[in-house]
Protein backbone atom coordinates (compact mmCIF):
# COMPACT_ATOMS: atom_id res chain seq x y z
CA UNK A 1 0.00 0.00 0.00
CA UNK A 2 1.09 3.34 -1.03
CA UNK A 3 -0.34 7.07 0.17
CA UNK A 4 -1.49 9.60 -2.14
CA UNK A 5 1.70 11.28 -1.57
CA UNK A 6 3.58 8.98 -3.29
CA UNK A 7 1.69 9.42 -6.87
CA UNK A 8 4.54 10.48 -9.76
CA UNK A 9 3.54 10.63 -13.62
CA UNK A 10 3.33 6.71 -14.64
CA UNK A 11 2.41 5.49 -11.31
CA UNK A 12 -0.18 2.31 -12.00
CA UNK A 13 -2.77 2.72 -9.60
CA UNK A 14 -5.20 -0.54 -8.77
CA UNK A 15 -9.14 0.58 -8.24
CA UNK A 16 -12.18 -1.03 -8.33
CA UNK A 17 -10.77 -4.10 -10.07
CA UNK A 18 -9.18 -1.96 -13.25
CA UNK A 19 -5.99 -0.28 -13.81
CA UNK A 20 -5.22 3.69 -13.96
CA UNK A 21 -1.92 4.99 -15.13
CA UNK A 22 -1.35 8.59 -13.65
CA UNK A 23 -1.08 11.14 -16.67
CA UNK A 24 -0.61 14.10 -14.65
CA UNK A 25 -0.34 14.91 -11.03
CA UNK A 26 -0.59 18.40 -9.16
CA UNK A 27 -0.42 18.48 -5.51
CA UNK A 28 -2.41 21.30 -4.14
CA UNK A 29 -2.14 23.39 -0.60
CA UNK A 30 -5.02 25.69 -0.21
CA UNK A 31 -5.00 28.54 2.38
CA UNK A 32 -8.10 26.87 3.75
CA UNK A 33 -8.70 23.33 4.68
CA UNK A 34 -6.52 20.24 4.12
CA UNK A 35 -3.94 19.56 1.12
CA UNK A 36 -4.89 17.09 -1.47
CA UNK A 37 -3.47 15.59 -4.70
CA UNK A 38 -5.17 16.37 -8.14
CA UNK A 39 -4.71 13.48 -10.89
CA UNK A 40 -5.20 12.92 -14.68
CA UNK A 41 -5.50 9.39 -14.62
CA UNK A 42 -5.84 7.26 -17.81
CA UNK A 43 -7.63 3.85 -17.85
CA UNK A 44 -4.72 1.29 -19.08
CA UNK A 45 -7.04 -0.89 -21.10
CA UNK A 46 -9.78 1.72 -22.73
CA UNK A 47 -7.71 4.52 -22.94
CA UNK A 48 -10.72 6.74 -21.01
CA UNK A 49 -9.21 9.44 -19.35
CA UNK A 50 -10.51 10.90 -16.17
CA UNK A 51 -10.00 13.51 -13.17
CA UNK A 52 -9.28 12.18 -10.06
CA UNK A 53 -8.98 13.97 -6.26
CA UNK A 54 -7.05 12.42 -3.42
CA UNK A 55 -6.59 13.85 0.27
CA UNK A 56 -3.29 14.22 1.16
CA UNK A 57 -2.20 10.55 3.01
CA UNK A 58 -5.12 8.81 1.79
CA UNK A 59 -4.00 5.12 0.87
CA UNK A 60 -4.22 3.65 -2.39
CA UNK A 61 -2.97 0.53 -3.93
CA UNK A 62 -0.86 0.81 -6.87
CA UNK A 63 0.02 -2.19 -9.35
CA UNK A 64 3.47 -3.90 -10.10
CA UNK A 65 3.85 -3.04 -14.06
CA UNK A 66 6.64 -4.34 -15.74
CA UNK A 67 8.04 -2.64 -18.73
CA UNK A 68 10.34 -4.30 -21.00
CA UNK A 69 11.55 -4.47 -24.27
CA UNK A 70 10.55 -6.37 -27.54
CA UNK A 71 10.78 -6.55 -30.94
CA UNK A 72 7.82 -6.62 -33.21
CA UNK A 73 8.49 -9.94 -35.51
CA UNK A 74 4.94 -10.63 -37.19
CA UNK A 75 1.37 -10.75 -37.51
CA UNK A 76 -0.17 -13.63 -36.71
CA UNK A 77 -4.10 -13.77 -37.64
CA UNK A 78 -5.24 -11.26 -35.41
CA UNK A 79 -2.27 -11.24 -33.25
CA UNK A 80 1.04 -9.37 -33.04
CA UNK A 81 4.28 -11.53 -32.40
CA UNK A 82 6.69 -9.42 -30.46
CA UNK A 83 10.15 -10.71 -28.99
CA UNK A 84 11.23 -10.32 -25.46
CA UNK A 85 15.43 -8.93 -26.29
CA UNK A 86 16.65 -10.03 -23.09
CA UNK A 87 15.50 -13.68 -23.07
CA UNK A 88 14.32 -14.25 -26.84
CA UNK A 89 10.52 -15.18 -25.56
CA UNK A 90 8.02 -14.48 -27.82
CA UNK A 91 4.85 -13.17 -26.78
CA UNK A 92 1.60 -12.95 -28.69
CA UNK A 93 -0.11 -9.45 -28.09
CA UNK A 94 -4.13 -9.13 -29.38
CA UNK A 95 -5.02 -6.33 -31.59
CA UNK A 96 -7.22 -4.92 -29.16
CA UNK A 97 -4.02 -4.42 -26.92
CA UNK A 98 -1.51 -2.89 -29.91
CA UNK A 99 -4.92 -0.73 -31.13
CA UNK A 100 -3.41 2.51 -33.07
CA UNK A 101 0.00 1.37 -32.74
CA UNK A 102 -0.45 -0.92 -35.83
CA UNK A 103 -0.75 2.04 -37.86
CA UNK A 104 3.16 2.54 -37.54
CA UNK A 105 5.09 -0.75 -36.46
CA UNK A 106 7.35 -2.07 -38.76
CA UNK A 107 8.74 -5.22 -38.64
CA UNK A 108 12.17 -5.48 -36.41
CA UNK A 109 11.00 -2.38 -34.89
CA UNK A 110 11.57 -2.35 -31.44
CA UNK A 111 9.10 -1.25 -28.90
CA UNK A 112 8.34 -1.35 -24.68
CA UNK A 113 5.56 -3.89 -23.30
CA UNK A 114 3.84 -2.73 -20.59
CA UNK A 115 2.65 -6.37 -18.67
CA UNK A 116 0.67 -6.87 -15.29
CA UNK A 117 0.81 -10.62 -13.92
CA UNK A 118 1.87 -12.17 -17.00
CA UNK A 119 -0.43 -10.26 -19.17
CA UNK A 120 -0.12 -7.31 -21.83
CA UNK A 121 -1.07 -4.08 -21.20
CA UNK A 122 0.11 -1.47 -23.58
CA UNK A 123 2.69 -0.85 -25.94
CA UNK A 124 4.65 2.08 -26.15
CA UNK A 125 5.87 3.19 -29.69
CA UNK A 126 9.37 5.06 -29.79
CA UNK A 127 8.44 9.16 -30.02
CA UNK A 128 9.06 8.66 -33.77
CA UNK A 129 9.51 6.46 -36.74
CA UNK A 130 11.16 6.96 -40.27
CA UNK A 131 8.20 5.20 -42.88
CA UNK A 132 8.23 5.87 -46.94
CA UNK A 133 5.75 7.35 -48.88
CA UNK A 134 3.98 4.57 -50.84
CA UNK A 135 1.26 6.70 -52.80
CA UNK A 136 0.61 10.08 -53.12
CA UNK A 137 -0.73 12.68 -55.65
CA UNK A 138 1.87 14.53 -57.74
CA UNK A 139 2.19 18.35 -56.47
CA UNK A 140 2.06 20.80 -58.44
CA UNK A 141 4.24 23.34 -59.50
CA UNK A 142 4.11 26.10 -57.22
CA UNK A 143 2.40 24.73 -54.54
CA UNK A 144 5.58 24.91 -52.34
CA UNK A 145 5.30 28.13 -51.25
CA UNK A 146 1.91 28.14 -49.55
CA UNK A 147 2.49 25.76 -47.08
CA UNK A 148 -0.38 23.11 -48.04
CA UNK A 149 -0.76 19.52 -47.23
CA UNK A 150 -2.60 16.80 -49.14
CA UNK A 151 -2.89 12.69 -47.80
CA UNK A 152 -0.47 10.43 -48.08
CA UNK A 153 -0.41 6.38 -47.63
CA UNK A 154 2.92 5.51 -45.89
CA UNK A 155 4.48 1.70 -45.92
CA UNK A 156 2.18 0.53 -43.13
CA UNK A 157 -0.61 1.33 -44.71
CA UNK A 158 -1.34 4.05 -42.58
CA UNK A 159 -2.83 7.72 -44.05
CA UNK A 160 -1.23 11.03 -43.45
CA UNK A 161 -1.24 14.58 -44.30
CA UNK A 162 2.55 15.72 -45.96
CA UNK A 163 3.28 18.74 -47.77
CA UNK A 164 2.59 19.52 -51.60
CA UNK A 165 5.79 19.37 -52.89
CA UNK A 166 6.26 15.41 -51.62
CA UNK A 167 6.40 12.29 -53.85
CA UNK A 168 5.57 8.63 -53.95
CA UNK A 169 9.24 7.03 -52.34
CA UNK A 170 10.10 9.61 -50.23
CA UNK A 171 11.27 8.38 -46.80
CA UNK A 172 9.49 10.81 -44.04
CA UNK A 173 9.40 11.09 -40.13
CA UNK A 174 6.55 10.54 -38.73
CA UNK A 175 5.23 11.48 -34.81
CA UNK A 176 3.67 8.06 -33.57
CA UNK A 177 1.39 9.89 -31.27
CA UNK A 178 -0.37 12.22 -33.62
CA UNK A 179 0.16 10.60 -36.59
CA UNK A 180 1.59 14.22 -37.88
CA UNK A 181 4.32 14.75 -40.39
CA UNK A 182 8.10 16.01 -39.10
CA UNK A 183 10.17 16.56 -42.13
CA UNK A 184 11.88 14.76 -44.75
CA UNK A 185 14.60 11.51 -44.06
CA UNK A 186 17.78 12.08 -46.64
Avoid: C
Avoid at 6 to 30: A, C, R
Avoid at 101 to 109: D, I, P, V
Avoid at 128 to 150: F, I
Amino acid sequence: MATSNDIKNGTVILENGQLWSVVEFQHVKPGKGGAFVRTKQKNVVSGKIVDKTYNAGAKIETAQVDRSDYQYLYRDGSDFVFMNLSDYDQVNVSETIVGDAEKFMLENMNVTIAMHDGSPLYIELPASVELEVTYTEPGLQGDRANGGTKPATVETGAEIQVPLFLETGTKVKVDTRTGEYLGRVS
